[in-house]
Nanobody, 124 residues
Framework: QVQLLESGGGLVQAGGALRLACAFSGRTFSLYSMGWFRQAPGKEREFICAIGSTSRTSYADSIKGRFTISRDNAKNTVYLQMNSLIPDDTGVYSC??????????????????WGQGTQVTVSS
């Protein structure tokens, strides 16, 4: 059974930066593609970015150029570096695992495993 544990959320002022981490356990991390999603109060879950094999990546237009996803297969961890944060980035950020390493899918339904999420709050 895959388990995911996010860390690194918090309160930051607009223009600031945060780095989220998602620790993966229970299976072979290098066989899974990983995604980050967020959900703001009263809104639907939103795709942020994903990373697959050979570090292929996909980003939502809303965060492109500000956020960077990366993975360290030796540490079984995926990271989300968030720069130039704006209040609209506020939400619960969750990582998710897709057993298809060749996929960098934007659809939450294609991810089998989810973390509990970590709160990110950006103040103006």
């Amino acid at each position: 059974q895959v388990q995911l544990l996010e860390s690194g959320g918090g309160l930051v002022q607009a223009g600031g930066a945060l780095r989220l981490a998602c620790a993966f356990s229970g299976r072979t991390f290098s066989l899974y593609s990983m995604g980050w999603f967020r959900q703001a109060p009263g809104k639907e879950r939103e795709f942020i970015c994903a990373i697959g094999s050979t570090s292929r990546t996909s980003y939502a237009d809303s965060i492109k150029g500000r956020f960077t996803i990366s993975r360290d297969n030796a540490k079984n961890t995926v990271y989300l570096q968030m720069n130039s944060l704006i209040p609209d980035d506020t939400g619960v950020y969750s990582c998710a695992a897709n057993p298809n390493i060749y996929s960098i899918d934007r659809r939450p339904t294609n991810y089998n495993y989810w973390g509990q999420g970590t709160q990110v709050t950006v103040s103006s």
